[in-house]
Structures are given as C-alpha cells and as structure tokens.
C-alpha cells in the first residue's frame, strides 16, 4: 500500500472513514457486515479508521472497537470530539478542555483502547480561542492518551493560530470533484506549514459514483435527503457531473470511484482521502484508484465540472460550523 504523511504521521494513501455504518446516515446498517468490511481493511492494508464521538451517539466508535480488538498495533485510529446540539435545534461546537477530556475519556472506552492516534477537533468554536484547547490537547500529547492533534472544518487563520501552539498533523475538510473550498486558503496554508489533509466525502457522498441519480433513489433516513445538492430539481442538474466522471472512467476501464479518488489523490503529495463504505467488495474497487494515473487532459476536464455542480454542500444546520 502506498504511504503519505500527515505531518509526521505515516499512513496509507486512502484511509476508511466510519460514519455511515452507524444509524441515521446512509439508512439501514448492518454491523456485522461493517465489522467485517472494517477488518478486511485492516488485511489490504487500508489502517487508517476515521471515526468520532458523535456518529451514532457513540455507536460508530464502539462497532470500530470491536472490529480493531486484538489488532490495535495494526491501526492508525482517528477520532473527534467537539460537536453538540445547540439550543436552537441545530449543532453547536463545544470546544471547553473539560468537554474534550469527558469525550477523549468516553471515546477510550468505546474504542477500547489507551491512546488514540489522531484526534480531531471536530468543528472550531467560531467564538472561543483555539489557543485555549490546542493547549489542553498538548497536554494529552505528553500525557499519551492522543498522538497527534487535528483539526475539523477550520480555515487558514485558526489552522495557523492553533499550529503555534502545538504542531498539527492534518486537517481534515469535505474536499472531492465537486467541493474545492479548501484549495483557496487551507490547501496553499497546510503546504507551507507541512499539515496533512485529509479530504471527506471525496466521492462527493457518493454521488460521483453514479449510484445516486434521483432524490427517490435515496432511504426516507439518508442524511443526504437534507443536502442542498440532493434536492428534486438541483440532483437532476447534477447528474451531468456524475456522468462526466462516468465517460472518463469508461475510456480508461476504471470505476467511476476510482476515477474520483485519482483526481483527489493527484492534488498533492500531503492529501489523504478517507472515503466510506459499509462493504468490502467497494472497499477493493476504490483501492483501484492507486493505480490510475490521470493524464494532463483528464485532469482538466475534471477541474472544469466543478463550475457546473449546482447547490450549496452543506444544510442550514451546519453552515454555521464550517469554514468553506
């Protein structure tokens, strides 16, 4: 397996991100099929897990405890703290030293573990000071309960302000074919202070698969029911973007994934996308992406369909606590 760097953490080139194998994400879950996707991981060398306190009410980062039992030398284990529902009904960031060591202590436990390799502030408090908890997640460094300090959904100006107090290792942001926010200010910022990234959802919540071509195609509980770009009369605009992604990969004999995947991994040697899945026939398909090297004229026509994705990326309720 290809290796990158996240600062001065090694991992492989695609790491698994964990999320929609717990309720109320992508419909109906099967755990036993996630355990076993997520050791099959494990076995093609895909070590990087992505998990946080919050999906599943604690669900997700239990299912990745007992998938990971008796391998923990294996796993470079990443998880999150920091989001909260806020009083109005939508979530809020909680970003106080003493919520963090409450959920570092509860994310131990259901992870099963003593120390996590990653841990993310999962979203910034636009109206706290980041110095404040970057130094009590420095404490946590020397401490070894954490290894290494990320952060969630923050722009260049938090990133630099939190790097000097304790050096990061990656930030990690919604970045695909169709989400380039971060290729404006945090991408230029995290090569100049040697931070890696870690893209999520860089299949575009598996839309550049081609899988979803209607709002009818998705579950009454699909999470993605409340995204701008997944609404009747904005998805079937965007289908053209799918299907672009679709033509390149037939010219090639690749996957529509693989194709998506290529492009982020082309962005720059510090990038490491974690992409989801529930099943590890998709898990081998989208390792396929290591191997496709997209020339000079794909990378164009796929810069350029950027410019015709139609919606925001984010619902209301999350607006308030991202950076791009």
């Given at each position: 397996?290809?290796?990158?760097?996240?600062?001065?953490?090694?991992?492989?080139?695609?790491?698994?991100?964990?999320?929609?194998?717990?309720?109320?994400?992508?419909?109906?879950?099967?755990?036993?099929?996630?355990?076993?996707?997520?050791?099959?991981?494990?076995?093609?060398?895909?070590?990087?897990?992505?998990?946080?306190?919050?999906?599943?009410?604690?669900?997700?980062?239990?299912?990745?405890?007992?998938?990971?039992?008796?391998?923990?030398?294996?796993?470079?284990?990443?998880?999150?703290?920091?989001?909260?529902?806020?009083?109005?009904?939508?979530?809020?960031?909680?970003?106080?030293?003493?919520?963090?060591?409450?959920?570092?202590?509860?994310?131990?436990?259901?992870?099963?573990?003593?120390?996590?390799?990653?841990?993310?502030?999962?979203?910034?408090?636009?109206?706290g000071e980041v110095e404040e908890i970057m130094g009590a997640l420095a404490e946590q460094v020397q401490a070894g309960t954490i290894r290494h300090i990320g952060l969630s959904e923050a722009d260049a100006q938090t990133i630099r302000r939190a790097h000097a107090v304790h050096p990061l290792a990656a930030v990690q942001s919604e970045y695909s074919l169709w989400s380039r926010g971060a290729e404006a200010d945090v991408l230029p910022t995290l090569a100049e202070l040697g931070i890696g990234f870690v893209p999520y959802m860089p299949l575009g919540a598996g839309f550049l698969t081609g899988a979803i071509r209607a709002f009818e195609d998705l579950d009454d509980d699909d999470f993605r029911r409340n995204l701008p770009r997944f609404q009747p009369g904005t998805i079937e605009r965007n289908v053209a973007v799918a299907d672009a992604v679709r033509e390149i990969a037939a010219r090639r004999g690749a996957e529509p994934a693989q194709v998506a995947l290529a492009w982020v991994l082309s962005r720059a040697d510090f990038v490491v996308p974690i992409f989801g899945t529930r099943r590890a026939a998709n898990l081998d398909q989208n390792l396929g992406a290591l191997d496709v090297a997209l020339d000079a004229d794909e990378l164009a026509q796929l810069d350029a369909l950027s410019a015709q994705v139609e919606g925001s990326r984010l619902p209301s309720f999350l607006e308030g606590l991202s950076a791009a």
């Open positions: 397996m290809q290796q990158r760097n996240l600062g001065s953490l090694v991992v492989p080139a695609l790491g698994l991100g964990t999320m929609g194998m717990s309720p109320a994400v992508y419909g109906a879950v099967d755990d036993a099929e996630s355990i076993a996707t997520i050791r099959h991981a494990l076995d093609v060398g895909v070590t990087h897990i992505d998990t946080a306190n919050i999906y599943g009410a604690g669900h997700n980062e239990e299912l990745v405890g007992e998938a990971i039992a008796g391998r923990r030398d294996e796993v470079v284990l990443a998880t999150k703290f920091g989001i909260v529902p806020g009083a109005d009904g939508n979530l809020a960031a909680d970003n106080s030293p003493a919520y963090m060591r409450q959920e570092l202590e509860g994310s131990l436990r259901r992870l099963g573990v003593d120390h996590v390799d990653l841990y993310y502030v999962h979203r910034v408090d636009p109206d």
